[in-house]
């Protein structure tokens, strides 16, 4: 049997996931490691090569039918929608706090989906570390 790269990279995907989860939930201080905005921004940038991948092989709405094919797919569109939401919407005021331009990088987000998230949230994480240093 041939390794199957499009099965497997769900599974460590959902792997490093729950480690990282894991240590972000264990984590006994209300303040960030230092720099701890590089680690969105390297999932920024992972995930920006992988698409600009994906949408080279397969177009760039060749997600849409797997959002409309059927309830899971859509589950998974409501879910998307749904998280990335949540976390637009308890960053975005302290991101406006900090000079950030929230609608600007809603725009971004609404272009990108986790790419520009996690873009934004490095950029307010980055600021942040600013602010309680300065």
């Known amino acids: 049997m041939p390794f199957d790269v499009y099965a497997t990279l769900p599974v ?9 989860a894991g240590f972000v939930g264990a984590r006994t201080a209300d303040t960030l490691p230092r720099n ?37 797919g859509n589950q998974v569109w409501f879910d998307l929608l749904l998280a990335v939401g949540a976390a637009y919407a308890l960053v975005a005021r302290d991101a406006r706090r900090l000079g950030m331009q929230p ?24 600021l942040r570390q600013r602010a309680t240093v300065a």
């Open 12 to 20: 460590l995907a959902a792997g490093v996931f729950l480690v990282a």
């Open 36 to 72: 701890a905005w590089l680690v969105p921004a390297f999932l920024a940038a992972a995930f920006l090569a992988w698409s600009v991948f994906t949408v080279a092989v397969e177009g760039p709405l060749g997600f849409w039918p797997n959002h409309t094919r059927d309830a899971w």
């Open 103 to 126: 609608l600007a990088w809603l725009a971004l987000i609404a272009c990108t989906g986790s790419i520009g998230l996690f873009a934004m949230l490095a950029r307010w994480m980055f």
